[in-house]
């Protein structure tokens, strides 16, 4: 039998309040439209304990005993890759028999709930430290530096990449059928290679790698792209050059290029994408290049271009106005890798 809905509270008072005027259990019910074993249900509990609210309900035993659900919650905490059949386990050698599902549901009652492993950079004690010095130091810099960083990165965008997910409406076994299916090739089908900035302001030049970088190319790169952006960003004199420390980026030859050009680099800390608020732009591009889905490498790079020219001007000043979360959430985080 289909459970039925429970009444409100306004409901039930009202049953009340109708019973206590001298009205019968039938007029009651006919008035509002309820049951008349329904309404006198209900005046009989409002009797017995002068309420019309839910009494508590007893329910079955717990079949984890109080100690139990401190000592799994306690192991969780300290290896959370703890499986759900470690835990029966351990449950099992004191005499105590549960299922993994009811290991899932005590701890969700404690607050802990399974989720995929999110896949971050691996960070050495050295990152760790360099990551919360570079935030310590800058987090009471005015917003105004932030605005004068010209932020640049390389990204890999595939052709057929998993660069989205996709649901669809579909009826049993119909898995297989064209209209229900994704067409994927092996190795995605082909990448990209793109060198890409932005400011505050905007987006600035994107062009495609074409071969593989070293040294000598990036700094050609830097040479034709890096100045035609800031000036048409218009950035202000003095603005700051910011690139993470890819060996590329860090070659004797590339700094002493830079210096000849008066360049001034952002010193920056290894391993520390989630300060780069650039990572959150090649999101964006790439969400809008995989809707367009482009069909062969030369379709992906004219998508990646238009797109790119297209990223609103709103979303390069949003990313850069709240570069202040980020330091907040390094330093929250000990210097681990944030949300970001």
């Known amino acids: 039998m289909a459970k039925t809905k429970e009444l409100s509270k306004d409901t039930r008072n009202k049953i009340v309040d109708l019973h206590q005027a001298g009205k019968t259990e039938s007029a009651i019910g006919k008035q509002l439209g309820v049951k008349k074993s329904t309404v006198g249900a209900i005046i009989r509990k409002w009797k017995t304990y002068k309420t019309t609210d839910n009494l508590p309900r007893s329910g079955a035993a717990r079949k984890i005993s109080p100690r139990g659900v401190k000592m799994i919650t306690r192991t969780v905490s300290k290896n959370p890759r703890t499986t759900r059949g470690d835990l029966v386990n351990d449950l099992q050698r004191p005499g105590t028999k549960v299922t993994k599902a009811t290991i899932s549901n005590t701890l969700r009652r404690q607050g802990l709930k399974s989720y995929s492993a999110r896949c971050v950079p691996l960070l050495k004690p050295v990152h760790v430290r360099a990551h919360l010095k570079f935030a310590k130091e800058h987090l009471d810099d ?14 890999k965008i595939e052709l057929f990449g998993k660069n989205s997910t996709c649901r669809v409406w579909r009826r049993k076994n119909t898995e297989l059928h064209p209209k229900n299916t994704i067409p994927t090739v092996k190795h995605g089908g082909g990448n990209i290679m793109l060198w890409g900035c932005f400011s505050v302001k905007g ?6 790698v074409k071969e593989r970088m070293n040294g000598a190319m990036y700094r050609e790169i830097l040479s034709k792209n890096l100045l035609p952006s800031a000036r048409a960003l218009k950035m202000k004199c003095g603005w700051v050059f910011q690139h993470d420390n890819d ?11 830079l210096r000849k050009k008066h360049f001034k680099v952002l010193e920056w800390p290894s391993q520390s994408p989630d300060l780069n608020p650039i990572e959150n732009l090649w999101r964006e591009l790439k969400i809008r290049v995989a809707l367009r889905q482009p069909q062969n490498i030369t379709a992906l790079e004219e998508i990646c271009m238009e797109e790119w020219a297209k990223l609103p001007a709103t979303v390069c000043k949003n990313l850069v106005a709240t570069y202040r979360k980020r330091l907040t959430s390094v330093i929250a985080n000990k210097g681990y890798i944030t949300k970001y």
């Open 142 to 155: 005015p917003e105004e530096d932030w605005e004068n960083v010209i932020w640049s990165d390389e990204t």
């Open 203 to 208: 987006p600035g030049r994107l062009i495609r």
């Open 247 to 257: 060996p590329k980026h860090t070659a004797r030859p590339t700094k002493a290029w």
